[in-house]
């Protein structure tokens, strides 16, 4: 199947800095990508949706100037954490799919954030 | 407004046996997909399984197969001949934008 990398898998950050968080197809152009958020034995919660050249759309409830999304190219996207904050620290997703298999989402092995 | 349903935080079945994890879902799209993952501790999401809202026959990949019933909006996943290997969280998701459900927990029994 196709692959999807995350970098990095983990990082740790002190409050007030900036985390950058890649995600990148490896074997396919996606033409859309998405970033969840996961809180520890709680579900994948959707934060936005990215297509490439455009702007991310953004869930309900979702910082737009928090978590910065740029998806420049069609293998690569990312999200910034700015001023990460202890209450950022969470498991971040990226998935990404297919135009025409847009059925078939690829996900990411997850970047786990902590902010100390 | 897209919604989902996992009814059961948590499940033990005995391994060697089947086990049915439910779901139910919310949409007003006419033609829409449902989907199952596996989580295990590792944090990977793993698909196993896809259904179409248009699709005839409901959906099977090996051991694991989706009780499907549209009317009642809902989207069962079977697992047959539980391996401990299953244990892990399980997800349903619905849509383009994968609204996913609340998990459940699945834990296989020796």
């Known amino acids: 199947g196709a692959v999807v990398s995350q970098h990095p898998s983990r990082v740790i950050c002190k409050s007030g800095t900036s985390v950058k968080i890649e995600c990148r197809s490896l074997?396919?152009?996606?033409?859309?990508m998405f970033w969840y958020r996961q809180f520890p034995k709680k579900s994948l919660m959707l934060m936005a949706t990215?297509?490439?050249?455009?702007?991310?759309?953004?869930e309900q409830g979702v910082e737009k100037d928090k978590f910065l999304i740029n998806h420049a190219s069609l293998t690569l996207s990312t999200l910034t954490v700015t001023s990460a904050q202890p209450e950022d620290s969470s498991f971040y997703i990226c998935?990404?799919?297919?135009?025409?298999?847009?059925?078939?989402?690829?996900f990411g092995p997850g970047t786990r954030l902590t902010v100390t | 407004a897209q919604k989902i349903t996992q009814t059961q935080p948590g499940m033990f079945v005995q391994e060697k046996e089947a086990v049915t994890l439910d779901c139910t879902y919310d949409?007003?799209?006419?033609?829409?997909?449902l989907f199952w993952y596996k989580q295990p501790s590792s944090g990977e999401m793993i698909f196993l399984i896809y259904?179409?809202?248009?699709?005839?026959q409901n959906a099977t990949e090996g051991r694991y197969s989706l009780n499907f019933q549209k009317a009642r909006k809902s989207a069962n996943l079977v697992i047959s001949a539980s391996q401990l290997g299953d244990s892990a969280m399980y997800f349903c998701?619905?849509?383009?934008?994968?609204?996913f459900g609340t998990g459940t927990s699945l834990t296989v029994i020796p």
């Open positions: 998935s990404a799919k297919f135009f025409s298999r847009a059925y078939e989402q690829y």
């Open positions: 074997d396919f152009q996606a033409t859309t």
């Open positions: 259904q179409g809202s248009y699709d005839q």
């Open positions: 949409t007003s799209d006419p033609s829409y997909g």
């Open positions: 998701a619905h849509g383009n934008q994968f609204y």
């Open positions: 990215s297509n490439e050249g455009s702007k991310a759309t953004y």
